[in-house]
C-alpha cells in the first residue's frame, strides 16, 4: 500500500498536486522482487528500463494505492512490470 503514512517521503515527490512514484523506487521494487523468487541472486544491472508513464498517486492522502509487480522469468533474466490491481 502506497500512502501518506507506508512512504511519507514520496510528499515532496510530486507533479501538479499528486504524489507521484519515482523510477528510481519502482526500479528497487523491481530488484527486490527478481531477487526475492531467485534467493541467492545479487541483481547486477537493470536492462531496458522503460517508463511508459507516470504512475500518480491521487488517493495518496488517504487510503493510497495498492500496486502490483508482475514478473517473467526467462533463463537468467526476470522481467517486472508495474500496474495497478486493475491492470492499467
Known amino acids: 500500500l502506497v500512502n501518506r503514512k507506508t512512504y511519507p517521503f514520496l510528499d515532496g515527490h510530486r507533479i501538479r498536486e499528486h504524489a507521484v512514484v519515482p523510477v528510481v523506487m519502482v526500479n528497487e521494487w523491481f530488484h527486490r522482487a527478481a531477487e526475492s523468487l531467485r534467493p541467492g541472486m545479487h541483481v547486477k544491472k537493470c536492462q531496458d528500463l ?27 533474466e526476470v522481467q517486472c512490470e508495474l500496474r495497478s490491481p486493475d491492470g492499467t
Open 50 to 76: 522503460k517508463v511508459v508513464r507516470g504512475v500518480p498517486l491521487p488517493a495518496f492522502e488517504g487510503e493510497g494505492h495498492r500496486l502490483l509487480i508482475t514478473t517473467r522469468i526467462s533463463g537468467d
